[in-house]
């Protein structure tokens, strides 16, 4: 088989920048190690960045986000026993839309088979191969049947335990991490969210934050240790800690109800550098992660992608190598701001173990700053809604 770009994994990254080649006339397979089914299993991000939703209109999927998905104009910061608004829109101008991962990848799915666009599911053994060289290639696996993709282009799409980045010489990389001394314990009920918008909540028995899915579908989290165990976590529990970690009038607005998913995910600082090897490029979570808590994960996959769908665009429609030389730098300059916003939030808003009471009141400081300055309050929602790509 032959494409132009072949492309590792078929999560938000890789389904969009496919589906963007395929606008700019260039063609792409994509390799994804798992089932569509699993891949649409796996409960993610749910905050768009209104850049992010444009993305998606620009490949023609972005209808069903628009009807079903909720549009943000602020968030709550709580603290002190008290909450705060954060006027995103009167701030900046733009607004959020909240609108699930597992929506946003099954819009992409659909498009791409709209589109008739080659997708090799259950892929085993991916290897991307001779990208430092002038002819890149693909092998793997299907059904026992090894095969070969060649390509112009490779891009390492396959989030940040996939092949891709593990595939480059340690001396070609330079890897950037912090790894936080907590994780978030999330579930997913039926039930109506506590509040219209999001609720951040630092208190003194840990973060915890309340965001949705819909109108009638809550995601919660809480900080817990890192080495707790979903088992030590029936409903009952988290709910009763929820309401511990919130102000009287939302605990007592709260609706609990069974959980339909419950998880634990560690909290990671990660950036690769660079985003570019020969003939390989590295976009989404292949390259970088950051804490959920500025929620801006998925969208730096989107963001990406579209430099590198730019980038490629110029290769082959002017013939001219500086996108794809710049792509890296560009990626990165927006990478590193996300990645600062979502440590700082993250470092704001949590229990640190080993801050201690000093800690903890510079937060309530900082919190306090942030709410009640409007400088810091526009600097926080600037970020918050995404810098601009
Ligand atoms: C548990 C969890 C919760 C999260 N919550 C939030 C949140 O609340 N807010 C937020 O903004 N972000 C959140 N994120 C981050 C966000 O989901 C990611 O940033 C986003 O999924 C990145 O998209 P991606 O396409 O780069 O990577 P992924 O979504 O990880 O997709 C990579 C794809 O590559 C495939 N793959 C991997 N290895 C191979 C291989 N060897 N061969 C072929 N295919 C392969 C994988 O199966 C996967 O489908 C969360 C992440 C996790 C793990």
Redesign the pocket.
């Known amino acids: 088989m032959r494409t132009k770009v072949a492309i590792?994994?078929?999560?938000?990254?890789?389904?969009l920048l496919g589906q963007l080649l395929h606008g700019y006339g260039i063609d792409n397979v994509i390799?994804?190690?798992?089932t569509g089914e699993?891949?649409l299993g796996?409960?993610?991000?749910?905050?768009l960045e209104e850049g992010t939703v444009a993305l998606l209109d620009e490949v023609g999927a972005g209808a069903r986000a628009h009807r079903e998905g909720l549009v943000h104009g602020g968030i709550e910061l709580a603290f002190a026993g008290g909450r705060h608004r954060i006027d995103l829109k009167g701030a900046t101008g733009k607004t959020v839309m909240i609108y699930g991962?597992t929506e946003v990848t099954l819009d992409l799915m659909n498009a791409r088979r709209a589109a008739g666009l080659t997708t090799i599911y259950e892929?085993e053994n991916?290897q991307p191969l001779d990208f430092d060289i002038d002819r890149p290639r693909v092998g793997y696996v299907r059904d026992g049947v090894a095969g070969e993709i060649a390509c112009d282009f490779i891009a390492g799409?396959?989030?940040?335990?996939?092949?891709s980045r593990a595939s480059v010489k340690p001396a070609a990389i330079q890897t950037f991490e912090r790894i936080y001394p907590f994780g978030w314990l999330?579930i997913l009920s039926d039930t109506p969210p506590v509040s219209h918008e999001l609720i951040y909540s630092n208190h003194e028995r840990g973060f915890a934050l309340c965001?949705m899915r819909s109108t009638r579908r809550s995601r919660y989290y809480l900080q817990c240790p890192l080495d707790d165990q979903i088992d030590r976590w029936p409903d009952d529990r988290f709910w009763d800690e929820l309401k511990r970690r919130l102000d009287t009038e939302a605990a007592d607005k709260l609706v609990t109800g069974p959980s339909i998913e419950k998880?634990i995910?560690p909290l990671r600082s990660f950036v690769a550098e660079p985003m570019r090897f020969g003939r390989m490029f590295l976009?989404?979570?292949?390259a970088h992660?950051?804490p959920?808590t500025?929620?801006?994960?998925?969208?730096?996959?989107a963001s990406d992608a579209h430099y590198l769908a730019v980038a490629l665009r110029e290769y082959y429609d002017d013939r001219s190598a500086a996108g794809i030389d710049h792509y890296s730098d560009k990626a990165l300059a927006r990478v590193w701001k996300a990645v600062r916003f979502s440590w700082w939030m993250t470092s704001m808003l949590h229990k640190f173990p080993d801050t201690g009471t000093f800690g903890a009141r510079i937060q309530l400081a900082e919190l306090d700053y942030v709410t009640h300055s409007k400088a810091a309050m526009s600097s926080l929602a600037e970020n918050y809604v995404g810098l601009p790509f």
């Open positions: 590792i994994g078929a999560g938000p990254a890789g389904l390799l994804e190690r798992h699993y891949v796996r409960i993610r991000a749910g905050l991962q892929a991916v799409c396959d989030g940040f335990h996939g092949v999330g965001t998880s995910a976009a989404g979570d292949a992660i950051v959920p500025g929620a801006k994960g998925l969208n730096l996959a």
